[in-house]
């Protein structure tokens, strides 16, 4: 079965989305992620969709699907490398993901998982 | 059908009746919308807008086709797609297409926020004679 890759570093996961994902690719990603969180116990995840042209509603709602179970698991979430135009039509379609963190690189995103688990 | 000005140049259809066609779907109107010379951003919202209808036609209508029309009016290109399902129809137009209200398990999004991505929105639709959605966007 068709799947995205989860890679572990360190206390974090890290998902880059590269294909135009069906819904149910987003959906076994999501199982997937809940799965390896309380099996790594991992304190973040870093979701780079800088591969992604399009983000409809569906795409949409599994990232703050992801967010949410991901808190309640203990893990903070961070999605980065959202491309301008996916933004611009994400805003107007109607989803602002509320309580989704973002950054605008990996390396970005690295660093505000690092700061938030110090803080808390 | 929604009457646009200029000519029609190239046409096509393809079936939208399972969710790997949504993707195909999508695949379809970023060549098109390529070839019209789109820009990025209008290409994107439009992509967006038929991601939307392609599942519902899949989901709700319970499969049907999509087809386009490359249109043409002096130097301007533009696209019109057209999605067609014989499914049960949408009783209650304005309820579907206020921001929030789904009858699956959606956001209650995809109306609302495809029209609000493209230049011209026609939805033709009854109880239990299907629905055809018709959505334009120019380069």
């Known amino acids: ?120 | 059908m929604m009457t646009v000005p200029g000519v029609t140049r190239e046409s096509g259809s393809q079936e939208v009746v399972v969710e790997q066609d949504v993707v195909i779907a999508r695949q379809t109107v970023r060549k098109l919308s390529t070839q019209c010379g789109m820009r990025l951003v209008d290409m994107t919202k439009f992509i967006t807008a038929a991601s939307e209808l392609a599942r519902n036609t899949v989901i709700y209508g319970g499969g049907g086709q999509m087809e386009w029309d490359v249109l043409e009016n002096g130097t301007r290109k533009g696209l019109r797609l057209r999605f067609r399902d014989d499914g049960p129809g949408i009783a209650d137009l304005k309820l579907a297409m206020s921001d929030g209200w789904t009858s699956g398990n959606g956001l209650g999004l995809g109306l609302s926020g495809a029209k609000r991505l493209v230049d011209q929105f026609d939805i033709e639709t009854a109880p239990g004679q299907g629905t055809r959605i018709t959505i334009v966007k120019w380069a």
């Open chain 1, 1 to 120: 079965m068709e799947r995205i890759p989860i890679l572990r570093m360190g206390e974090f996961l890290l998902v880059t989305i590269q294909v135009d994902m069906h819904d149910q690719l987003a959906l076994t990603l999501q199982e997937d992620l809940a799965e390896r969180i309380r099996k790594t116990s991992a304190k973040g995840v870093l979701i780079d969709i800088s591969a992604l042209e399009i983000v409809d509603s569906f795409i949409g709602r599994m990232i703050s699907t992801i967010a949410g179970l991901s808190k309640i698991m203990d893990a903070q979430t961070v999605l980065v490398g959202m491309q301008p135009a996916v933004a611009i039509t994400l805003v107007e379609l109607g989803l602002s993901l509320p309580g989704v963190a973002t950054a605008l690189d990996a390396e970005r995103g690295m660093s505000l998982l690092r700061r938030r688990l110090k803080l808390s």
